[in-house]
């Protein structure tokens, strides 16, 4: 009978246990860095809090136009025909319609986006119908004024770090555009000259 316990003592013993395993026990008190943490102190930011912050939206879809055949093309067009009820053309007629916005074909509707060079369509919410967004005008948006890249993220159903990324790829189209203070001197001193003369 002392085998039997002996036995049951190497086997506690013997058997590694897996911090990584994926699921979470009352006793775990590993922190975002690894250490064990004294008995019954919560960790800083526990690994379930850490995976809370991971994506819980759908990834937005990507539909190739190259990729429906015909058939569906035709079977979309009936589904879908146009409609003769005349869109706002100017912001302040665009202001006044109601919100969330129907118009979702709209270049500053937030529900899809449409790549002019392939034509492939990109649905940011599919999950969601149009209708059920919080926010569906970006010009509503910017109106608003500056708001964090976790809130921009948020609206526009991407990470934080590619809203980063697409702001400093922005920034760095308008100064590309633009004229540098050193351009901007020699214009000015040709204009004063060309004045003068």
């Not at 308008?174 to 001193?189: F, N, T, V, Y």
Request: aromatic content about 2%; glycine content about 8%; proline content about 7%.
């Amino acid at each position: 009978m002392s085998d039997d316990n002996n036995e049951d003592n190497d086997l506690q013993t013997e058997l590694p246990i897996d911090a990584d395993d994926g699921e979470e026990g009352e006793g775990d008190n590993d922190d975002a860095d690894g250490d064990v943490g004294v008995e019954g102190e919560t960790p800083e930011i526990s690994r379930k809090i850490r995976r809370r912050r991971r994506r819980t939206r759908p990834r937005s879809k990507t539909i190739a136009m190259k990729r429906l055949t015909r058939e569906e093309l035709r079977v979309g067009a009936l589904m879908y025909p146009p409609v003769d009820i005349p869109r706002p053309t100017t912001r302040a007629e665009c202001k006044e319609e109601m919100r969330p916005c129907p118009w979702v074909a709209c270049k500053h509707h937030l529900y899809l986006d449409i790549n002019p060079e392939t034509g492939s369509i990109k649905i940011n919410f599919p999950d969601l119908e149009p209708w059920e967004l919080k926010n569906t005008c970006a010009l509503d948006v910017a109106e608003r004024g500056g708001i964090t890249l976790e809130e921009v993220g948020e609206i526009m159903n991407l990470t934080r770090e590619r809203i980063r990324q697409v702001e400093v790829r922005g920034l760095l189209k308008l100064k590309m555009g633009s004229p540098s203070p050193d351009e901007l001197g020699a214009e000015l001193l040709a204009a004063k000259a060309a004045n003068q003369n």
